[in-house]
């Protein structure tokens, strides 16, 4: 009898494919695509990739980079994706909804730049209607906290029944391999802090239907254990999914931020991807002994791989 070899990977592992990069048409100032030049991934190594996946029994991909939307097969991607069963979760700025009304499209981390309008936010409910998830993604900046009122006006205008498939998805803006972008260290999240704690209350008195949850884990050291147990429902804690990158030449590395803090790796083949992630979880191991912040050099929140500094407080 033919057996299904199992996924091997850990539950907090996620395989991201990088289809898009350079700027979009949307140009978030914060962007570490920016920097690049706009390239995208030859179909032929995204079909390659999936089929990888596929023979290793791992169902489900996420599409990043700029907007992944824009990419110029998309078509022929989502019909990939429907001939595999492959599962897919897109990170977008919701510039192109009418692209993402697929059975194989199963979330959305949507960042929204504007306020929502009326005609928005109903192609937003056509999508949940097909029972989708959106991940509302919140990124803020280091001095303040300008993206709560889109995100209250995002939800201001869902009616109540969809509020269930929906996550607010926040976090501070993180250090990356981008000089221009400016990044949220330990002090300014001390000040901004009230701020932020009051929105988390707002949103859950609310909204009690939206889990909330950092995208990154926050600076642990940044808040008291009373406020942990007061604010449990915020998702202040929490443990950082690992996310590996296939980009466009077909090698697997780390996440855009901090890709060039470790070798990337072929796979070509479904063995050679599994040693790639072997490999790379050493790696990361190694990482998390060298925090480039100095309060972090003895915190056992990052010793025990649950903080990371906020996308990473390693030396880059």
């Not at 209607?129 to 709560?148: A, C, M, S, T, Y």
């Not at 009373?226 to 697997?252: H, P, S, W």
Request: glycine share 4%.
């Amino acid at each position: 009898m033919k057996t299904t070899k199992k996924n091997f990977l850990l539950k907090n592992e996620k395989i991201l494919f990088q289809i898009k990069e350079g700027i979009c048409s949307r140009s978030c100032h914060y962007c570490y695509e920016s920097s690049k030049l706009n390239t995208e991934m030859p179909f032929e190594v995204l079909e390659h990739g999936f089929k990888i996946l596929k023979s290793l029994n791992i169902k489900e991909a996420e599409l990043i980079g700029s907007e992944p939307t824009e990419y110029s097969r998309w078509n022929e991607l989502i019909n990939l994706a429907e001939a595999l069963n492959m599962d897919l979760t897109v990170y977008t700025s919701g510039l192109h909804l009418e692209r993402l009304n697929n059975k194989q499209i199963k979330k959305l981390i949507l960042h929204v730049m504007f306020k929502a309008t009326q005609k928005f936010m109903g192609a937003i409910k056509e999508l949940l209607d097909n029972d989708q998830f959106i991940d509302l993604r919140v990124n803020f900046d280091p001095k303040d906290l300008k993206e709560k009122d889109i995100v209250w006006s995002f939800l201001v205008q869902l009616p109540r029944q969809y509020l269930k498939q929906v996550s607010l998805k926040y976090s501070f803006t993180a250090k990356t391999e981008n000089p221009d972008v400016e990044f949220t260290d330990i002090d300014a999240l001390k000040e901004i802090k009230p701020e932020f704690l009051k929105f988390c209350e707002e949103i859950h008195n609310k909204f009690p239907e939206v889990e909330m949850y950092s995208e990154r884990p926050i600076f642990k050291c940044c808040f008291t254990k009373e406020e942990y147990e007061k604010y449990f429902y915020a998702g202040l804690d929490g443990r950082c999914n690992m996310e590996y990158t296939v980009y466009k030449n077909g090698q697997i590395g780390l996440c855009p931020p901090v890709e060039t803090l470790v070798p990337k790796r072929t796979m070509e083949t479904g063995n050679q991807f599994v040693a790639a992630i072997q490999e790379l979880r050493k790696n990361i191991a190694l990482l998390v002994k060298k925090p480039s912040f100095e309060d972090c050099r003895t915190c056992s929140f990052l010793q025990d791989f649950s903080c990371q500094g906020g996308c990473f407080s390693y030396k880059l």
